[in-house]
């Protein structure tokens, strides 16, 4: 999906990391949420509240999800997903552009 119809933006960013990574809030008619993010060269950490799913949609990074101790490349068209109540780590080179849909139990 290229586009969302029918959704409402939330118009200020979230900004985290000294403004190296922005995002979005998009909220669809049925109530779900997903942020459309941008993050910059860095190592990063994200703590979850709900389980995520997050597509990447440009540029790359190797990402260490919960429970794993293998570092693991994400590159454009691919999707890994966060459990709820957990953290994970991102070591980005160049760029990140992401798409992050919140599982809401």
Known sequence: MSAFDGVSV???????YEGRV???????SDGSRKTLGFMLAGDYRFETAAAEVMEVLGGSARVKLPG???WVVYEPGMVFEVPAASAFALEVDTFLDYCCAYIEA
Request: cysteine-free; overall charge neutral; glycine content about 0%.
């Open 10 to 16: 939330t118009r200020e960013a979230n900004v985290y």
């Open 22 to 28: 922005s995002s979005r809030t998009v909220t669809f």
């Open 68 to 70: 794993s101790d293998a």
